[in-house]
């Protein structure tokens, strides 16, 4: 995970730039692993090396709560030895949706709620 805890400080101009240089290394890594994301790039004709920019990821169909539900595993992109944890929504407005976590991901969730907390003045 690369973390950069002063982003949050920065202008919504700095912001962006720092979104759009990590873009394209996240559309790649999705294209290599994701089965989901493969395939919706292929039928749509989606090159990934156009998106460049937050306004491009238009070109990208919207992801729904059914694609998750009937397409669960095809978006689990690491090792069946990778994933630590299991969690599930409530279904509270239909059927559950799974979603599979790594100790990155827990990382990631974790630094999350600590620049949170930091940033309302906790320490």
């Known amino acids: 995970m690369k973390k950069n ?6 202008s919504p101009e700095e912001i962006k730039a720092y979104q759009e240089s990590r873009l394209a290394e996240e559309l790649l890594y999705l294209q290599n692993h994701s089965r989901f994301y493969q395939r919706l790039f292929q ?3 989606i090159d990934i090396q156009q998106i460049k920019t937050i306004e491009d990821l238009q070109q990208i169909p919207v992801t729904t709560k059914t694609d998750l539900q009937l397409h669960n595993e095809d978006f689990i992109c690491v ?3 990778e994933i630590i944890d299991y969690v599930t929504t409530s279904g509270t407005l239909g059927d559950p949706v ?3 976590l790594t100790s ?5 969730l974790a630094y999350n709620e600590y ?3 930091t940033t309302t003045g906790c320490s």
């Open 5 to 10: 805890p002063e982003i949050q400080f920065r």
């Open 79 to 81: 090792s069946r030895d």
């Open 115 to 117: 620049l949170s907390f």
């Open 104 to 108: 990155e991901d827990l990382d990631r």
């Open 98 to 100: 799974t979603f599979v």
């Open 43 to 45: 039928a749509h004709h």
